[in-house]
């Protein structure tokens, strides 16, 4: 039930964030494609938006020339069972909006949120709740990748603003492939 | 040939047998298992986070070390640093703020996971069957200009939240203060108060001529011929700093009363608990 209340608690503005990313991805069956013969990727990436690691796809929305827009969902999580040694795992979900500029080798810019619902202890019932918050994720960094299938590496610099207060220099490594 | 085999069997099952310990010491022939912070150094767990501490004690072990520290308006909270910014968001020294000050500050060790600092009546008030469990509480008293009357106010508030759960018999007692170990047993003498030492020969000295529970060491500072010595004049010893699987074995064959190691789950198991 903990699990679940991830999905109730914070609805609105989650639900606006999902349904976003959505419509996003809906977009891009009716947009324009220019030169881009390849509409998703995958990869994983070290370090990054999720904190130590994610796995993560991507959808090319758009593409024109040496301009491309992406959506992208991630799924991390820390541990796997709480502290009181329950199934009842952390969920980090980095959701994000990028342009990449260029042609094989990618100028990458870049801003997202992430999602993280993380069990811990509630001051006031002494007993341990789900807590669920967003923060805010700017990245540019490098990519390279084909305009056909193939391999795709990526480094970015992405400082996380935790929780929107606290900023964090962060960055990650990527390793996936388009299809 | 089916003899060889026997006796292949045999050997293999002798090779791999768990090393057993013939444990002496004056907790009962057994070692205290408790986890240092909580989870230790290497968890994803904060040090003193109330989350480490809990996960620690549902992990089997007999319970945790902790640092404590008192706020400005005598709040007991779980900390170690001198300064707040070393592990969390905020700034200051613990003793110079209030709690309403501190209780949001928040751990940035990792991202994302956000575990506040918690005050020891809040932990204690999470532990299920509390009793069942024993505490260390490392007192970390950085040096004030009122430090005299600092330590008084210190004991009394940390004494009032033992006495609150009656966990006089649950709770050890750790400093390097020779003034603070002294000042709290004059108030409190049936306190099981531990001295926290580098020196083992001066440790020893000062526990035997206070009459201390024991002394407390890092395992490179002290032998298992000197916990003998310690055993010898009635004191326990308990040792820390142990932050490998290696580490853990060889701090086991020195016979210590308690051990507060960074590889919980591997220290548990090596003493089939």
């Known amino acids: 039930m903990m699990f679940l209340d991830f999905f109730s608690k914070k609805s609105r503005r989650l639900e606006s964030i999902f349904l976003f990313v959505i419509l996003s991805i809906g977009f891009c069956s009716t947009a324009q494609q220019d030169s881009m013969l390849v509409k998703n990727a995958v990869y994983a990436e070290v370090f990054g938006s999720a904190g130590y690691g994610s796995l993560n796809y991507e959808r090319f929305l758009w593409c024109r020339s040496h301009v491309m827009l992406i959506s992208k969902m991630g799924f991390s999580s820390y541990k796997m069972f709480d502290f009181n040694r329950t199934f009842n795992p952390d969920v980090i979900i980095p959701i994000s909006i990028q342009t990449l500029l260029g042609n094989t080798h990618w100028m990458e810019l870049g801003v997202g949120q992430t999602i993280s619902s993380i069990v811990k202890l509630d001051r006031q019932t002494k007993e341990m709740k789900r807590f669920t918050h967003l923060s805010t994720v700017p990245s540019i960094g490098y990519r390279y990748q084909k305009t056909q299938r193939g391999m795709l590496i990526r480094v970015t610099y992405s400082p996380i603003v935790e929780f929107n207060t606290t900023l964090r220099h962060w960055g990650g490594v990527s390793w996936g492939f388009t299809f | ?273």
């Not at chain 2, 007999?62 to 779980?78: A, C, F, N, R, Y």
């Open chain 2, 1 to 273: 040939m089916k003899y060889l085999y026997l006796f292949i069997c045999i050997l293999f099952l002798t090779t791999c047998k768990k090393e057993k310990y013939s444990i002496q010491n004056l907790n009962g022939n057994s070692i205290t298992v408790m986890g240092h912070g909580g989870m230790g150094f290497e968890s994803l767990y904060p040090l003193n986070s109330a989350e480490g501490i809990l996960n620690c004690l549902n992990l089997g072990a007999d319970g945790s070390e902790m640092d404590i520290q008192m706020t400005k308006d005598s709040v007991m909270v779980l900390f170690h640093d001198q300064d707040l910014s070393e592990t969390t968001n905020l700034k200051g020294n613990i003793h110079s703020l209030n709690w309403s000050e501190i209780k949001d500050a928040y751990y940035t060790i990792s991202p994302y996971q956000g575990f506040t600092i918690s005050t020891l009546d809040d932990l204690l008030a999470s532990v299920k069957n509390v009793h069942d469990y024993s505490f260390s509480f490392d007192c970390k008293l950085y040096k004030r200009e009122d430090q005299e009357l600092f330590e008084e106010t210190f004991i009394r508030t940390l004494q009032k939240v033992i006495e609150k759960y009656n966990l006089e018999n649950n709770v050890y007692i750790e400093s390097q203060s020779q003034e603070f170990i002294n000042r709290y047993k004059s108030y409190y003498p049936d306190m099981r108060l531990f001295i926290y030492t580098e020196n083992f020969a001066k440790g020893l000295d000062f526990a035997k001529s206070k009459s201390l529970y024991g002394i407390f060491i890092s395992t490179k500072y002290v032998t298992k011929e000197e916990i003998k010595l310690a055993h010898d004049n009635n004191l326990r010893v308990a040792i820390w700093g142990i932050t490998s699987e290696k580490g853990n074995i060889e701090s086991i064959k020195k016979n210590p009363d308690i051990i507060q190691t960074d590889k919980l789950r591997h220290l548990l198991k090596e003493l089939d608990r």
